[in-house]
């Protein structure tokens, strides 16, 4: 299978291509040529299906042109190694639990399955790879758990002095083994630039086989389409009309969900629910793209003023707005809405939901009061609330457990290099470290 750019200039290219370097040369985004809906045979089967059968069924509908079926298998056994989990609020609500991985949020999918594909790709090359990251949290720390101890695989994490949580530095810079941090004197932005730098500068390149782990990767999207799949496998029995409410930043995990529809999984609608980050909501509605800079808000990694994944979006639907508004519904939220969901959630059903999750309960709330009929509503529940204790605990009066995914680095020892945001001494690290 050829992939091509959402910008479609740029000439299609392997897999090996697109994993590698990321992004076409042509600014758009890497898509498969072509999505082949799963045989009905296949989607009779889903309810009776385990996530790591389902897994391998789309893996193998994805990939299995460029790589052997006993490869792919090995790829989904080691990536796709711990649960996702449907949890019924009420006959019509289910939480889809997509946190039980070792970072507790469901970018692990992502990078978990990013990692062993790309640890295949590079098979029978003589030169390492190396991966370069700029975090502010969250990505860095499932991209640093995911490639751990991969051979052949180094990662270089840069992330901004200062600016992350206290438990969120100690998982970057306790993992040792082949991932390195580089704690940098300055902002997000200022990692971000350095590592876009490198990218296009030729001595580095040269000396080192550079690639990206962020999240417009093919790789990281393609994996988030299992979830939804094997979750609407779950709920089809009880009905067709399946929903999904995905609380959205960057469109990525809403995009996945979209392509498990184009695959012929029963999905009926989506809706993206957001933060005050509203440019998605205000596109469907107007069919105007204002992107701007984000706004902070308690939902944080959804706070994104240039969603990237837009382009494919549009893409799938071909620019036409009505197309792409019977099947997505979008609003945005404020802090105080989301802070009374968590309230209420808790009171209602004694669950407790993080701040993500809060925005993609209201945004499923919003749907059914406008629809007013059956359906299967599932909510994609993005981290674990122990995530963010600061903001969850004053709003249901008690303490989250922390489960031991999240505390078992603190204990180590922080190992980080010190690094100024002048781009001349990342370029001499880089020069250095590739021997
Ligand atoms: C990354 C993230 C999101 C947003 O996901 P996108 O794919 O960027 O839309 C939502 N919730 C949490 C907890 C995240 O880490």
Redesign the pocket.
């Known amino acids: 299978m050829k992939y091509i750019s959402t910008n479609t200039t740029a000439s299609a290219v392997s897999l090996k291509d697109a994993v590698l370097t990321s992004m076409p040369s042509d600014g758009g985004l890497y898509m498969p040529e072509q999505l082949i809906p799963l045989d009905p045979d296949s989607l009779r089967k889903l309810p009776e299906m385990s996530f790591q059968e389902v897994s391998l069924l789309l893996t193998k509908a994805y990939l299995e042109d460029d790589v052997q079926v006993t490869d792919l298998e090995h790829i989904v056994s080691e990536s796709m190694n711990f649960d996702v989990q449907l949890h019924k609020l009420d006959d019509q609500t289910s939480i889809l639990e997509t946190f039980h991985g070792p970072t507790m ?3 692990d999918f992502g990078a978990r399955f990013m990692a062993q594909l790309m640890s295949h790709l590079i098979r029978g090359e003589n030169h390492e790879l190396t991966i370069l990251v700029a975090t502010s949290g ?1 990505t860095g720390s499932a991209v640093a758990s995911g490639f751990l101890g991969i051979p052949g695989i180094r990662v270089i994490i840069l992330y901004p002095s200062g600016k992350v949580s206290h438990r969120q530095e100690m998982q970057l810079t306790t993992q040792g083994q082949n991932i390195t941090a580089l704690e940098v004197d300055g902002s997000f932005d200022d990692c971000q630039q350095m590592v876009k730098i490198a990218f296009v500068d030729q001595e580095v390149s040269k000396r080192l086989m550079l690639s990206s782990a962020n ?1 417009i990767n093919i790789a990281r999207l393609l994996p988030q389409s299992f979830y939804f799949t094997w979750a609407a496998g779950q709920v089809m029995k009880h009905s067709r009309d399946i929903v999904f409410s ?9 995009t996945a969900g979209l392509i498990a529809k184009r695959m012929g999984v029963p999905i009926q609608h989506f809706v993206a629910a957001t933060n005050l980050n509203a440019v998605f909501p205000e596109y469907l509605k107007t069919g105007l793209l204002n992107t701007r800079p984000s706004h902070p808000t308690i ?1 944080n ?2 706070d ?1 003023g240039n ?1 990237s ?1 837009l382009d494919r979006i549009r893409y799938l639907y071909e620019d036409d707005l009505n197309r792409m508004r019977s099947d997505i519904s979008s609003w945005s939220y404020t802090d105080d809405q989301t802070r009374i969901m968590i309230q209420e959630t808790y009171s209602k059903f004694g669950y407790i939901s ?1 701040p ?1 999750t809060a925005v993609g309960l209201l945004g499923y709330h919003e749907y059914q009061a406008q629809k007013k009929k059956n359906m299967q509503g599932i909510v994609i529940s ?2 674990h609330p122990a995530k963010f204790p600061e903001t969850v605990e004053p709003l249901i009066d008690c303490m989250i457990d922390i489960p031991p995914q999240l505390t078992r680095f603190l204990q180590r020892e922080k190992q980080a290099m010190p690094m100024s945001s002048d781009y001349t001494e990342f370029k001499q690290y880089l020069l250095d470290a590739s021997g």
């Open positions: 949020a469901f970018k969250d999240s995905v609380p959205c930043g960057n469109f990525g995990n809403i939902s990694a959804m994104v969603p994944n993080d993500h993005t981290a």
